[in-house]
């Protein structure tokens, strides 16, 4: 399967089935959203302390927290009758503390973009650019691209002499791919 916009990368990826599926869901569901002690928080997307506190107090797992936010914000949507399919996509993304931690906060692009095989016109927010660390704590997260595959590989630099952006813009312009981000440089 081809999965990179220029088509230049091949997968051997294949779509799960049901079976699989339900294992993956079944591992997933006995994880933690993030890891936390007094200095340090290891989350996938993005931390932020009203998403965490939610998850905390939640009873059960997290595949059933999942599906309950859900189902509040689309009841929501619903009942205040919001049809702008933007509004709901963002609604949906940033009211749900799973999709906080686990994909980060979107707000609307300046201009519509192509980017996993569609196009958008909602894009990722640098939440780390007001995270204020108010308690000290590093912050670890993946999820974004950090631009390391030049420097490994010459070649892209060469193929790609304006920058490769495998999923769209530099998240971390002005970064070199190791620095520490944010007002406080607290995120990483």
Do not use: C
Not at 72 to 92: F, L, V
Request: cysteine-free; overall charge negative; aromatic content about 10%.
């Amino acid at each position: 399967e081809v999965i990179r916009k220029d088509k230049g990368g091949v997968s051997f990826q294949v779509l799960a089935d049901d079976e699989f599926r339900e294992e993956v869901k079944a591992f997933f569901a006995t994880l933690p959203m993030a890891l936390e002690r007094e200095d340090l928080v290891v989350v996938h997307a993005a931390w932020d302390d009203a998403s965490a506190a939610k998850l905390k107090s939640w009873e059960g797992d997290v595949i059933t927290a999942f599906d309950s936010f859900d189902a509040q914000i689309k009841a929501s949507i619903k009942e205040e009758g919001i049809t702008d399919q933007d509004e709901i996509d963002m609604r949906e993304q940033n009211e749900n503390p799973v999709k906080v931690m686990s994909s980060g906060y979107e707000g609307r692009a300046p201009e519509p973009f192509f980017a996993g095989g569609k196009m958008r016109n909602l894009e990722r927010s640098k939440w780390w650019e007001e995270y204020k660390a108010e308690d000290g704590r590093l912050v670890v997260i993946g999820h974004y691209w950090r631009r390391l595959i030049g420097e490994v590989d010459p070649r892209v630099a060469d193929k790609y002499p304006d920058g490769f952006a495998p999923t769209g813009a530099d998240m971390f312009p002005g970064y070199a791919p190791n620095d520490l981000v944010g007002e406080k440089r607290k995120v990483i």
